[in-house]
């Protein structure tokens, strides 16, 4: 079973644009995998809480990645 986990900031994506990512996730892996691979193709969005996560020893704020530092 083909599983994608992508973790996005929280707020950031609306319901409609996650269903969005789910689709075309899908599709891809339907496209990679033959489509056999649909109907157990698992996409989890989760959603990180601001400042739950880093890169480089730094902590990840959504002012830092939108370039409006607080």
């Known amino acids: 079973?083909?599983?994608?986990n992508?973790?996005?900031p929280a707020g950031t994506l609306t319901a409609e644009q996650k269903e969005v990512l789910?689709?075309?996730?899908?599709?891809?892996y339907a496209?990679?995998?033959g489509d056999r691979a649909r109907?157990?193709?698992?996409?989890?969005?989760e959603e990180v809480?601001?400042?739950g996560w880093g890169i480089g020893g730094?902590?990840?704020t959504l002012a830092k990645l939108s370039?409006?530092?607080?």
Do not use: C, I, N, R
């Open 1 to 4: 079973m083909p599983f994608a």
């Open 49 to 51: 809480a601001d400042g």
């Open 58 to 60: 730094q902590v990840l």
């Open 39 to 45: 109907a157990t193709t698992m996409v989890l969005v």
């Open 31 to 33: 496209e990679t995998f």
């Open 22 to 28: 789910v689709t075309k996730v899908s599709d891809l």
């Open 67 to 70: 370039g409006t530092h607080a």
């Open 6 to 8: 992508l973790k996005v």
